[in-house]
């Protein structure tokens, strides 16, 4: 069962990685996303990390 849900997962991974790779020609394309991703979806991720980042050397000093 366990090695039936590994292979089910691969593919499903590499089906994903096939289907939604094609756009990707350039590094830019790959790390920027072509330059096609607005600011309001870019920016929870930068704030995310550096709330993350606070709360955890706030955690320290506590």
């Not at 069962?1 to 990707?24: C, E, H, N, P």
């Not at 607005?38 to 706030?58: F, K, T």
């Amino acid at each position: 069962m366990d090695t039936l849900v590994l292979i089910g997962y691969i593919g499903l991974i590499a089906w994903i990685g096939s289907r939604f790779g094609k756009d990707q020609h350039n590094p830019e394309d790959y790390f920027l996303g072509g330059r096609k991703i607005p600011g309001w979806a870019i920016v929870p991720s930068p704030l995310s990390e550096h709330l993350a980042g606070a709360s955890r050397a706030a955690l320290n000093a506590w």
